[in-house]
């Protein structure tokens, strides 16, 4: 259940003529009171026999009564306004129930505590099933203002309650961090035209993918330009550009005018001092970075976000996984058609995992945002989609660590995020994993060399061995340690330095880890001709022994 609290001027003349109208999209049906200060304020979509306009009048007029005796004394805001909206997948809810929940949140705020005959004035509409309005104003009968300090979270605090005694979808406590969530009105036009997302969320997505593509303040906004967007500079007198709008071209108003949403409304670190924040960690560094696949060069950077955010530092930790949220909105730009949407959607349920109150140190995803960039800009040709597998491997566990680092900071809403993240990037990865593996463990060698292979596990790593040779990818494994072998590689010291690279303990398939390992140290460590020759004359074939009883030292 979502309340979110509106405070004005004046009146609540517009306020009541709104929520008894027909609403922006005719949204409104049926609209009525189902309770009020006194349970005998005009109803006036319960009265048949009189004009609905003088009833909002007097329906107005009665709730504006304790302010209007104040005359000039009155404070500057005297309108009070909260929507409570239950879920949609939440039963239907009686009039008689939104009339409790209404009391008991107008009693959170400090609006009109229970008992208390002189409280503020109030009434809660109901025009759908799903929601209710409670307007009030914020002078009390006794011409006092009311003690609604912290009234939000209070509010929100009731709202939790109110959720476990009516059965309805529960949601996790936030810590205001969240991006602002799309208004009715927005939501209500985006249906009318046939979207499936609102302005907000689509500019949102533009700008983030912008940012994440982007090496310098100049370019991001060449990019933005480039997806379509009017893009609106916000300049002081002197020149200089402290801020940015967007609109979608073709999103006007009433009056056909763009609508215009600056960055810092579509979420706090889409402003333009947080942005450019970003960006100057994001500058290459002045040393030439040595060529390399860039999808090999971001797998090994995802792969040790789960260090970083074991360390103990708090500022790291949440610079990577803004660079994850980074990599994952850049990602469907590059995948094949087929996984785009579902990437997407892991791209914009993660992007609430990429914000906190713990302040990023960008500087230290470096390496992970030039590699997603050079993706990006020049994609290396999918092939059989191993450079994608790979990196969606690595990105599973990094975000699995990132549930478990939210969870321990008790960042409830961020949790939740990266939870539905894994169910989102897990269906990608087995539609593009599941392929690329099949056609390796065609090509598996033959018994005598998987036989030599399976010898060195049990050797090198006991505890692992057996769930690594029953597991399907094992036939995988092998053949990418065959065809390393051919590249003049020795299989035996290849499969060491996967081992070594991270524990395999938090693996959910070993051999699948280890295939992408050892394919990606495969490329990017090609030997010499001296080198292969010598590793040729230094790979003997060996029997198949049973594994070895003894206790070894885990290779890490």
Not at 339 to 345: D, I, K, Q
Not at 380 to 385: I, L, R, S
Request: charged share 25%; proline share 7%.
């Amino acid at each position: 259940m979502i309340p979110k609290i509106i405070t004005g001027k004046g009146s609540t003349r517009r306020l009541i003529a709104y929520l008894f109208g027909k609403g922006t999209a005719n949204e409104h049906i049926d609209p009525h009171l189902v309770a009020s200060w006194n349970a005998f304020a005009p109803d006036p979509g319960r009265s048949p026999h009189r004009d609905p306009k003088e009833v909002e009048k007097q329906l107005h007029t009665q709730l504006d009564q304790p302010v209007a005796m104040l005359g000039r004394r009155a404070p500057k805001t005297t309108v009070w306004h909260c929507p409570v909206r239950a879920a949609r997948e939440d039963p239907i809810l009686s009039d008689a129930q939104w009339a409790e929940i209404a009391r008991r949140i107008v009693a959170a705020a400090g609006i009109a505590p229970a008992g208390d005959t002189d409280a503020c004035r109030w009434v809660a509409v109901r025009h759908a099933d799903d929601h209710i309005h409670i307007a009030a104003t914020l002078v009390r009968q006794d011409g006092r203002r009311p003690r609604r300090d912290h009234d939000i979270r209070a509010v929100q605090r009731e709202a939790r309650k109110i959720e476990i005694d009516y059965g309805l979808r529960r949601l996790k406590p936030g810590d205001g961090t969240a991006a602002k969530r799309p208004t009715s009105k927005e939501v209500f036009k985006a249906k009318r035209l046939g979207e499936d997302a609102t302005s907000r969320e689509i500019l949102r997505l533009r700008v983030r993918r912008a940012m994440a593509a982007a090496s310098t303040e100049t370019e991001f906004f060449a990019l933005l330009d480039a997806t379509g967007l009017n893009v609106r500079p916000k300049t002081e007198p002197s020149g200089d550009v402290i801020g940015y709008s967007v609109s979608l071209p073709g999103d006007v108003n009433k009056q056909k005018e763009p609508i215009w949403y600056a960055g810092s409304t579509l979420a706090g670190n889409l402003s333009l001092p947080k942005i450019r924040k970003r960006l100057a960690a994001t500058t290459p560094e002045p040393v030439p970075v040595r060529p390399g696949n860039p999808w090999h060069q971001a797998t090994a950077a995802t792969e040790r976000i789960p260090h970083h955010l074991g360390n103990g530092n708090d500022e790291v930790g949440q610079g990577q996984l803004d660079a994850l949220g980074g990599a994952l909105d850049l990602l469907p730009l590059t995948a094949p058609a087929a996984v785009r949407a579902e990437l997407e959607r892991a791209a914009i349920a993660f992007e609430r995992a990429t914000r906190s109150r713990i302040a990023a140190d960008h500087d230290s995803a470096r390496a992970l945002r030039r590699s997603v960039r050079a993706i990006w800009k020049d994609p290396v040709p999918h092939g059989d989609g191993a450079g994608l597998a790979m990196l969606l491997d690595v990105a599973l566990t990094a975000v699995a660590y990132a549930m478990h680092w939210h969870r321990t900071r008790q960042h409830a809403q961020q949790q939740a995020a990266a939870e539905q993240t894994l169910i989102h990037l897990q269906a990608v990865y087995a539609q593009i994993a599941e392929p690329v593996l099949v056609g390796l463990a065609s090509r598996a060698p033959g018994l005598q060399t998987k036989r030599r292979y399976a010898y060195h596990l049990q050797q090198a790593l006991p505890e692992h061995a057996e769930r690594i040779l029953n597991d399907p990818a094992w036939d995988a494994l092998s053949t990418v340690l065959a065809e390393a072998e051919a590249a003049g590689h020795n299989a035996s010291t290849l499969l060491d330095r996967a081992l070594s690279q991270r524990t395999l303990d938090d693996a959910r398939s070993p051999a699948r880890a280890l295939t992408w390992r050892v394919r990606r140290l495969g490329e990017r460590h090609a030997p010499g001709p001296r080198a292969q020759a010598a590793n040729a004359r230094h790979v003997p074939e060996r029997p198949a022994v049973r594994p070895s009883q003894e206790h070894q030292a885990r290779r890490r």
